[in-house]
């Protein structure tokens, strides 16, 4: 098993900045891609940001040129910059993991998650 802890939400103002941590350990030699989730009250789960252990990233486009995220692979580790936020970024973000041979995490999210954390951009 593998389990992933979030921390580094909080409020932010419009066009401010926020860094997003998830430490993974357990089972992490089983894990491959690491990478966000988000969910805003009453709509679907969001894709944000995956990265592989061999530093291939993919971002989506909805925040392309404003997110950025990067991994330590010695301390089990992905980060996600956010910067430039909007207030529609508002959401409780996930980290989530993939197992070796999983399938792109763009589209069908990895077996593990973290209890989330929140995010909150003020207009």
């Known amino acids: 098993q593998v389990q992933l802890v979030e921390s580094g939400g909080g409020l932010v103002q419009a066009g401010g900045s926020l860094r997003l941590s998830c430490a993974a350990s357990?089972?992490?030699?089983?894990?491959?891609?690491m990478g966000w989730y988000r969910r805003t009250p009453g709509k679907q789960r969001e894709f944000v940001a995956a990265v592989t252990s061999a530093g291939r990233t993919n971002i989506a486009d909805s925040v392309k040129g404003r997110f950025t995220i990067s991994r330590d692979n010695a301390k089990n580790t992905v980060y996600l910059q956010m910067n430039s936020l909007k207030p529609e970024d508002t959401a409780v973000y996930y980290c989530?993991?993939?197992?070796?041979?999983?399938?792109?995490?763009?589209?069908?999210?990895?077996?593990?998650w973290g209890p989330g954390t929140q995010v909150t951009v003020s207009s």
């Open positions: 989530n993991a993939q197992r070796h041979f999983g399938p792109d995490m763009s589209t069908i999210p990895g077996a593990y």
């Open positions: 357990g089972s992490t030699f089983s894990i491959d891609g």
